[in-house]
């Protein structure tokens, strides 16, 4: 099986995010790391591949010149190899050009099933992937708490409010990975040093050749016009007491407030 994984550096949320001039993630700033949502899309890919005894799994990212030392982390996990577009031009991307990159960068490549987070921590609107299904034209499987892939198709179980809903499509696919399919493995000493000698393929924007599609910063769609830090908080409550006693001073704090 070949899994292709959707993979964003992102600045490391351990940090302290700053601001450029033009308002937006200074991304020189800070460290990048491999975005935790994605972290568990390429375990659930690992597992995949493994549980088939064959196959390869190939990293595919948009990020700047200096991925290549994020992305060694997600190598070391056991990914084969990255494929990282980078180009001067892409800084300041918004949604949409990001999704018309990738899907550019997906189309040179042979898969079975793509794999994606639901989101990333330096943006949090979740729809690059089902953008880039769109693009390409692959069925859009979301938020997925179990992957069954068999001849020709792809079973999942796709969370809901209720629970979950079981849904299948015909390979290539693209999924949307959760948290339900497992904790991400770290990666092995022996995963480490494998990872310096793997291969990292780097396109531009002409490998891709998009013609005339607008992308990168001066096609952004969107424009950061302003910032603030969030209102202080109220001050909180803490209920301390044994069970019983605690629910009903919920029971109060809330019937006094008209919330119940």
């Known amino acids: 099986m070949r899994i292709v994984v959707l993979v964003k550096p992102v600045p490391d949320t351990t940090g302290q995010e700053r601001l450029g001039p033009d308002l937006r993630v200074d991304r020189a700033a800070?460290?990048?790391?491999?975005?935790?949502?994605d972290e568990y899309a390429l375990e659930?890919?690992?597992?995949?591949?493994?549980?088939?005894?064959?196959?390869?799994?190939?990293?595919?990212?948009?990020a700047p010149a200096a991925a290549p030392e994020t992305l060694r982390k997600a190598l070391?996990?056991?990914?084969?190899?990255?494929?990282?577009?980078?180009?001067?031009?892409?800084a300041g991307s918004d949604t949409l050009s990001t999704v018309r990159v990738l899907a550019a960068g997906l189309r040179r490549l042979e898969y079975d099933l793509v794999l994606a987070g639901a989101d990333t921590s330096d943006g949090g609107a979740g729809v690059v992937p089902a953008g880039v299904a769109v693009s390409v034209g692959l069925p859009y499987l979301s938020y997925a708490s179990k992957i069954e892939p068999g001849a020709g198709r792809v079973l999942v179980h796709r969370l809901s409010p209720s629970g979950y809903d079981v849904i299948e499509a015909a390979l290539p696919a693209l999924v949307v990975a959760t948290q339900a399919l497992g904790e991400p493995r770290y990666p092995s000493l022996r995963g480490i040093m494998a990872a310096r000698s793997k291969e990292i393929i780097t396109w531009s924007l002409a490998?891709?050749?998009?013609?005339?599609?607008?992308?990168?910063?001066?096609?952004?769609?969107?424009?950061?016009?302003?910032?603030?830090?969030?209102?202080?908080?109220a001050a909180t409550r803490v209920v301390r007491e044994p069970a019983t006693v605690a629910a009903a001073q919920v029971v109060e704090f809330l019937a006094e407030r008209r919330l119940i």
């Open 76 to 90: 070391a996990m056991g990914a084969q190899r990255a494929v990282l577009i980078s180009d001067p031009s892409l």
């Open 207 to 233: 490998d891709l050749e998009l013609g005339d599609t607008p992308v990168g910063g001066a096609a952004a769609t969107t424009d950061v016009v302003s910032v603030r830090q969030p209102a202080t908080r």
């Open 30 to 37: 800070v460290p990048a790391v491999v975005n935790a949502n």
């Open 44 to 62: 659930a890919a690992l597992k995949l591949v493994e549980a088939a005894g064959e196959g390869e799994v190939t990293i595919l990212a948009m």
